[in-house]
Each structure stands twice: as C-alpha cells, then as structure tokens.
T-cell receptor, first 112, second 114 residues
Framework: GENVEQHPSTLSVQEGDSAVIKCTYS??????FPWYKQELGKRPQLIID?????GEKKDQRIAVTLNKTAKHFSLHITETQPEDSAVYFC???????????FGAGTRLFVKA | KAGVTQTPRYLIKTRGQQVTLSCSPI?????VSWYQQTPGQGLQFLFE???????NKGNFPGRFSGRQFSNSRSEMNVSTLELGDSALYLC?????????????FGNGTRLTVT
C-alpha cells in the first residue's frame, strides 16, 4: 500500500532562519499532496497543498515543491517565527483511493 | 459556518467495554474520515464515508467500525476495548472527495482505556 516517509522527525532552527521538511512516497498514482500544521493541543490544519500537475506553489513565507519523477515533495518555511513552532505533517492522496496517508510528522522548534 | 464537532471531548473506559464517538461535519460536507492519533504512530487512517457508504477502510481490527447517517453525521464504535486503543480520535470532513480536497479536522475525542 501507499507509504509516506517524512524527515526529519525533529527540527530546531533560530528565528529568521529557513526550515525544510522532506517527504517521499511510494505510489506513483498519488496526485494530491497537502501539508498540515498541528499546534500543541490543537487540531491539524491545512497550510498549503499542491497537485501533481504543478511543480511548485508558494503562499507568503511557505512554499511546497514536488518532484514526481523522484516521488518526493518538500515544505519550505522562510523567515521562521516562534509561532511556526508546531508539528507538521505531509500527506499523500490518490484520487479514487478515498483516503489520506500521513507522514509521521516533524516537530519544528523555532528559537527566539 | 460551524466547524467539525466531535463529542465527547474526553472518555475514560475500562478494558473490555465498548465506546461510541460522534462527529458532525461542516454543513455541506458529505465526506467524513476518521483517524487515530498516537505519539508513536502518528495519524492512522481508520475509514472514510460518503453518502452513508464506507468507501475505504484502514488496517484496523474488526473491533473498529463506523457508520454515516443521511445528514452526513458519523459515528465510530470500538468494541472490546484494549489498553492500546488509548489515543486521540480525529474526525475530518471535506467538501469534495477526501482524496482530492483539504480535510477539516475536529478537535478530537481523547479516549483513555484503563
């Protein structure tokens, strides 16, 4: 079945630095790749998503890149702020699969 | 528009008992998915419903079951509870198919099995 690997599991950066989280997937039919942010004690919330016909998408300080050939995608956060501290989950979907498969999560610490 | 509502927020049960969790999706959302979240296993897919039909099921034992009603509200049931069932159970709804559009999560039900 579909498998998603996410690295690193923990990431600590200084405020203002960039953070990069990487995910790889196994099913070449995957075509929707959302990213969710979960703050401590709160629900996961979508922060950005990308579809297989797009290589890169940006929303202010957040960007996602997708390499379909290599089957990996990455989340880039620039100019990190303390409020970016949270757990980030990548996810993969296959249209018609009727499920979202999540990576194990990356705990991001942004030090002020 | 009200978000996804899950009840109850907390549950404490004893091994061997059964439990029913409830989820009301965002108005207009017809797809409801359930996930189990634990510190060691992350977010594990349980099942997905659309128009009262289960369209996919994760790798969980038959003790885990669910259903969806005509108003899109969903319930999940866990029978013969085990200590390992202690987790945060998250429900998520989506406007279109759950595999092609963002999931909107509820706050979850935290189940503790003693």
């Amino acid at each position: 079945g579909e498998n998603v690997e996410q690295h690193p599991s923990t990431l600590s950066v200084q405020e203002g630095d960039s953070a990069v989280i990487k995910c790889t997937y196994s099913d070449s039919a995957s075509n929707y790749f959302p990213w969710y942010k979960q703050e401590l004690g709160k629900r996961p919330q979508l922060i950005i998503d990308i579809r297989s016909n797009v290589g890169e998408k940006k929303d202010q300080r957040i960007a996602v890149t997708l390499n379909k050939t290599a089957k990996h995608f990455s989340l880039h956060i620039t100019e990190t702020q303390p409020e970016d501290s949270a757990v980030y989950f990548c996810a993969v979907c296959v249209t018609g699969g009727f499920k979202t498969i999540f990576g194990a999560g990356t705990r991001l610490f942004v030090k002020a | 528009k009200a978000g996804v509502t899950q009840t109850p927020r907390y549950l404490i049960k004893t091994r061997g008992q059964q439990v029913t969790l409830s989820c009301s999706p965002i108005s207009g959302h017809r797809s409801v998915s359930w996930y189990q979240q634990t510190p060691g296993q992350g977010l594990q897919f349980l099942f997905e419903y659309f128009s009262e039909t289960q369209r996919n099921k994760g790798n969980f034992p038959g003790r885990f079951s669910g259903r969806q009603f005509s108003n899109s509200r969903s319930e999940m049931n866990v029978s013969t509870l085990e200590l390992g069932d202690s987790a945060l159970y998250l429900c998520a709804s989506s406007f279109r198919d759950s595999d092609n559009s963002p999931l909107h999560f509820g706050n979850g039900t935290r189940l503790t099995v003693t």
